[in-house]
């Protein structure tokens, strides 16, 4: 049995939520600059380099890459053989969060009901996934999520008869009732199976996988690669102005599901697609 504070938790989930605002991960860096590469539209090739030139400014005078700073969204893969000491792990994040929003200087956006709308002052709480695995180690990914891009995403409840084309044209639908909302170019988080809330924890979670780290399974592969490619056939373009550059990757995540459905989640971010990792 291994040891880990709050207090390591709570240092760990301050420095990423800092972390991730100020700068693009390794995966999106490059992918970003491919996207500014192959541009081809004048106006889209424009938007792209002011976006760059934005991700400059914000690297070099440390402040963050969007005025959005976003909700926290935390993923926990929590080892069995894992003591969590000297307090709640639920409390042990939200101070970190706490902690990382005020002293990172990052704008408060949570509100502490959804219809009396008080402002938290603290952008806590976050939004906690935790998962039981193997070994003595905690594994910790937090992706904070502005909400230009989540309003934008949707939930499908499809019929198994709707098959792979059914997913295909809802994941189409999505982007294209997105269209300039969700701060193109994006990527797209997708959830297939599962029940109703496991494709959409899904579809959130899929955003966090590196991009250049592809699915096991042939045909998630396929649909992936099927799915950028016409979703930047689209003509949305970087900014909604046109051009071919509407999505820099599209990331699938699947699960088993009950034999009367397949439920889709499309989980839509903006070309920052802000995360960052802690293996402790």
């Not at 906690?128 to 905690?138: A, K, N, R, V």
């Amino acid at each position: 049995m291994r040891e880990i504070s709050a207090a390591t938790i709570t240092k760990a989930i301050r420095d990423m939520c800092i972390e991730a605002n100020y700068g693009l991960a390794p995966d999106m860096r490059k992918v970003f600059e491919k996207a500014v590469e192959e541009e081809e539209s004048p106006l889209g090739r424009q938007v792209l380099e002011q976006l760059k030139e934005n991700l400059r400014i914000a690297g070099e005078d440390s402040i963050p890459i969007c005025q959005d700073t976003g909700m926290a969204v935390v993923f926990m893969k929590i080892g069995q053989d894992v003591h969590i000491t000297g307090g709640r792990l639920a409390d042990a994040v939200n101070e970190g969060v706490r902690q990382g929003y005020e002293q990172g200087y990052l704008r408060k956006s949570v509100v502490g009901d959804p219809i009396e709308r008080i402002n938290t002052k603290d952008n806590t709480p976050a939004v906690i996934h935790c998962e039981i695995t193997d070994g003595e180690q905690i594994d910790i990914t937090v992706a904070p999520k502005g909400f230009g891009s989540e309003n934008m995403s949707r939930v499908f409840m499809l019929k198994p008869a709707d098959g792979l084309e059914g997913v295909k044209e809802s994941i189409l639908q999505a982007v294209r009732e997105a269209g300039p909302n969700a701060c193109p170019p994006m990527v797209v988080g997708v959830g297939i199976g599962g029940t109703f809330e496991k494709c959409a924890q899904m579809a959130k979670h899929a955003l966090t996988r590196d991009i250049e780290n592809k699915p096991e399974r042939q045909w998630v592969r396929e649909l992936e690669e099927d799915m950028l490619k016409r979703i930047n056939q689209s003509g949305i373009g970087p900014g909604g102005l046109g051009g071919r550059v509407t999505a820099l990757a599209v990331n699938i995540e699947t699960f088993a599901t009950h034999i009367a459905g397949l439920p889709l989640a499309v989980n839509i971010c903006c070309h920052v697609n802000r995360h960052a990792r802690r293996v402790l």
